[in-house]
């Protein structure tokens, strides 16, 4: 594990090289109108370089290479390099780097950094743990609070007030709370947070870190219907999910 997170801290160190100059931070659009930055390739390569050498053999997908994302393999890595690169640009402070390990439909292993708190989180089997200043904490998941959960949810999502209400069955509910990339399942990890719901689609590599990390803390992470949440789809996109510290 140390050396896993120390490759996922020198990723961080290179992305805030440039969310701290924006002089030297480029970017350019994706097919799919989406925003992508020389920070997101530069991490894509350090990390998929550092994976290779740390564990020859196995394939990396990455978010950054599409030649990789038809790679077939029983075991794999799956990265997203820089998550969250619109809030990189705009510099709310809220973007992780995720790195999971992938065995047929499901994570093993998860990473999830976040550079400007130099915070590493990640979960294996059912232990999960938060790494910063050079100590490593055991963390998870939390009872529901007497005073109420609190919700996580993306920009999008909390304005449609009517999608994610009826999930809830309820529950009493001490503060909503938008946050954006992968870091709300670091939350719920921890148990700072409780529930997180999606309705917008994303992709495999900006959830698989997340999932095993909650589920390794003890929570859990479902489709919307409450079915498990599978890898290795296609086209690499997810659907709507829930993710949950305790039961509603």
């Known amino acids: 594990m140390p050396k896993?997170?120390?490759?996922?801290?020198?990723?961080?160190?290179?992305?805030?090289?440039?969310?701290?100059?924006?002089?030297?931070?480029?970017?350019?659009?994706?097919?799919?109108?989406?925003?992508?930055?020389?920070a997101d390739h530069r991490s894509h390569q350090l990390l998929t370089q550092g994976l290779k050498n740390l564990t020859p053999g196995i394939p990396v997908i990455s978010e950054e290479d599409e030649?990789?994302?038809?790679?077939?393999?029983?075991?794999?890595?799956?990265?997203?390099?820089?998550?969250?690169?619109?809030?990189?640009?705009?510099?709310?402070?809220?973007?992780?780097i995720n790195?999971?390990?992938m065995e047929g439909h499901k994570p093993i292993l998860g990473f999830i950094h976040i550079p400007l708190t130099n915070e590493t989180f990640y979960g294996y089997k059912n232990k999960a743990w938060k790494h910063i200043s050079g100590k490593t904490i055991p963390i998870q998941t939390r009872n529901r609070p007497l005073e109420g959960s609190v919700l996580l949810l993306s920009n999008y999502d909390l304005k449609n007030k009517d999608k994610w209400?009826?999930?809830?069955?309820?529950?009493?509910?001490?503060?909503?709370?938008?946050?954006?990339?992968a870091i709300k399942f670091c939350r719920v990890a921890e148990g700072a947070a409780d529930i997180y719901f999606r309705f917008v689609p994303c992709k495999e590599w900006d959830t698989a870190a997340g999932q095993i990390l909650v589920e390794a803390a003890g929570g859990l992470m479902a489709t919307l219907d409450?079915?498990?949440?599978?890898?290795?789809?296609?086209?690499?996109?997810?659907?709507?999910?829930?993710?949950?510290?305790?039961?509603l």
Do not use: M
């Open 4 to 38: 896993l997170i120390l490759l996922c801290e020198e990723g961080g160190k290179l992305v805030l090289e440039f969310y701290k100059n924006a002089e030297a931070l480029e970017i350019i659009k994706k097919g799919d109108g989406s925003p992508v930055t020389n």
């Open 67 to 96: 030649d990789s994302w038809g790679i077939k393999s029983s075991l794999y890595w799956l990265i997203d390099p820089l998550d969250g690169t619109k809030g990189f640009i705009h510099q709310d402070g809220q973007f992780c």
């Open 99 to 101: 790195v999971a390990l």
């Open 165 to 181: 209400e009826p999930y809830l069955k309820g529950t009493r509910l001490a503060k909503i709370e938008p946050l954006h990339s």
């Open 226 to 247: 409450g079915l498990p949440f599978l890898y290795g789809k296609p086209d690499l996109k997810n659907e709507g999910f829930q993710v949950l510290g305790h039961k």
